[in-house]
């Protein structure tokens, strides 16, 4: 299956910005106008995607009229983050096609994938295989999902699944401490993750400010998805609205501090007095060998 849109897209702005924030709208939590209203002020502060979806309810009518409400507010992808096989909805451009890589239960390794599939392609929403790891402390998703959850100090064990994930035919690894968790996972962790896979990276679960987006990103993750944090202040559109600016603005500030530490300085080999040197003595070395090679050819 070759990539489409949505992943080019993603693609595309890592290889231009560095890293992707990503707002979060649960429709059980935000439904209808209140989910819209987030998704637009999200994308007017510059957030590079909208997620839709939930752990519980986020499903039916709910799902369906938040997402197309959403659709006539924005101008970014629209991608859903599935919590069971009834969080589909053709208003959507593409969906996270994933597994829980470390769920107890074939359920959510394979079967809910087998139910789920026919649906997709009929609707024509775009498919991102995507490889899901569910840390402590989980919360819900940790318990819907059966996880048997990654410690938090335990960045080796995160990493070999996220890798495994990637060589199971996985293009995008998201790793997610639960919405609501108490603060994010340790940048070590996220490190650890990012060191050991080729494909992009999303960090999900406890970040509500800016200064721990920008942690998260210059650890080694490729986007950060928010969702609590902005569900918080839903009843004040301009504090909302400018937390959401201060996120962006933090992630994409991470991301060029990254590259840029990445970056190896450039020292000249020599001195610029001994550089001179050396390139009037290749010069007098030239013009000596020339009136050998003349001497030669005479004799």
């Not at 637009?40 to 039916?60: M, P, Y």
Request: charged content about 25%.
């Amino acid at each position: 299956m070759k990539p489409g849109k949505v992943e080019k897209y993603i693609y595309d702005k890592i290889e231009r910005e560095g890293a992707l924030l990503l707002s979060l709208i649960d429709p059980d939590k935000q439904p209808f106008d209140a989910g819209a209203k987030i998704a637009e002020l999200s994308c007017n502060a510059g957030a590079d995607l909208i997620l839709v979806g939930g752990s519980i309810g986020a499903q039916g009518l709910i799902l369906d009229k938040t997402t197309k409400m959403i659709r006539e507010k924005v101008n970014i992808p629209i991608v859903l983050f599935p919590g069971n096989v009834g969080t589909i909805t053709p208003f959507a451009d593409a969906t996270y096609f994933m597994y829980v890589l470390n769920s107890r239960e074939v359920y959510w390794m394979s079967t809910v994938q087998i139910q789920g599939a026919p649906v997709i392609k009929r609707m024509g929403i775009e498919p991102i295989p995507t490889a899901y790891i569910v840390l402590e402390p989980g919360r819900a998703v940790g318990w819907i999902s059966n996880a048997n959850m990654i410690p938090r100090d335990r960045g080796d064990l995160a990493a070999a699944t996220a890798l495994a994930g990637e060589y199971m035919g996985a293009r995008l690894v998201v790793t997610d401490s639960g919405s609501g968790a108490p603060e994010p996972a340790p940048p070590q962790l996220i490190s650890a993750v990012k060191s050991m896979i080729s494909i992009p990276y999303f960090y999900g679960g406890g970040c509500r400010t800016s200064e721990q987006a920008y942690n998260i990103i210059k650890a080694g993750a490729d986007g950060v998805q928010i969702g609590t944090a902005f569900e918080m202040l839903e009843n004040d559109p301009k504090k909302l609205e400018e937390k959401i600016k201060n996120m962006v603005k933090s992630v994409k500030t991470a991301a060029k501090d990254r590259i840029k530490k990445k970056k190896p300085e450039t020292k000249p080999l020599l001195p610029s007095i001994k550089i001179d040197r050396f390139l009037k003595f290749q010069q007098w070395l030239k013009r000596k060998n020339e009136k050998k090679f003349i001497v030669k050819q005479k004799t």
